[in-house]
């Protein structure tokens, strides 16, 4: 229980010093008065290639950033959480592939934001869910698709302003690593299952008994 809950602190701690950076990063350059979006994801563009690394910590706005901050917590707190072998090659996966992706496909206009991480850190927890088949990933699923349903249309070309490139590559990149790591981690004990109920055997004339070793 102890190491649990070591567990929680460090994951908890670990997002949220994620959500500071991009916090300082938006800070110093409102201070700065240096524009970080040329740090972003320029699809083939040699230089656009560092955006892959740095363009989900660059917003374009504080409302930018507030609005990814929660899903940003949520997704990569519950990725760690619910699924703590998978969950580092999940984030680390999911981030690299997502940038990769807009590079090659995206508009030739510099991609920033978390947003691209969030669809794919969703869309992961989510297929998990499906592909799994236990009750606590499928709990977990559902879930994400009652609060997140509405991020859907932000999957199609809309806003010239938003990237849906990233929201589908993240998506793409989610549902890739949920089936590439959907038996990493062990299936939890289903609650509902009696472990002291007796397994019921008959022999060949059709009589109860009780397995062997009894």
């Known amino acids: 229980m102890e190491t649990e809950r070591r567990y929680f602190i460090k994951t908890v701690g670990v997002t949220l010093l994620l959500l500071v950076c991009m916090a300082w990063v938006k800070l110093y350059e409102e201070k700065s008065g240096v524009d970080f979006a040329i740090f972003g994801i320029m699809p083939r563009s040699m230089n656009g290639l560092k955006g892959i690394l740095f363009s989900p910590l660059i917003h374009g706005s504080w409302k930018h950033l507030f609005n990814n901050s929660l899903p940003f917590f949520i997704s990569t707190s519950a990725i760690f959480l619910f699924y703590p072998k998978a969950g580092r090659n999940a984030f680390l996966g999911i981030y690299f ?118």
């Open 97 to 214: 592939l997502t940038g990769i992706l807009v590079w090659v496909f995206g508009r030739a206009s510099f991609h920033i934001g978390a947003s691209g991480l969030n669809y794919g850190f969703l869309t992961f927890l989510f297929f998990m869910g499906l592909f799994r088949k236990d009750n606590r990933s499928l709990a977990l699923s559902f879930l994400v698709l009652f609060l997140y349903s509405g991020l859907i249309a932000g999957l199609f070309p809309g806003d010239p302003r938003i990237s849906w490139e990233s929201h589908l590559a993240g998506s793409i990149a989610g549902l890739l690593f949920a089936f590439l790591l959907k038996n990493v981690d062990d299936k939890p004990a289903d609650p509902f299952e009696d472990e002291d109920v007796e397994e019921e055997v008959y022999n060949s004339d059709g009589e109860f008994t009780y397995p062997s070793g009894r």
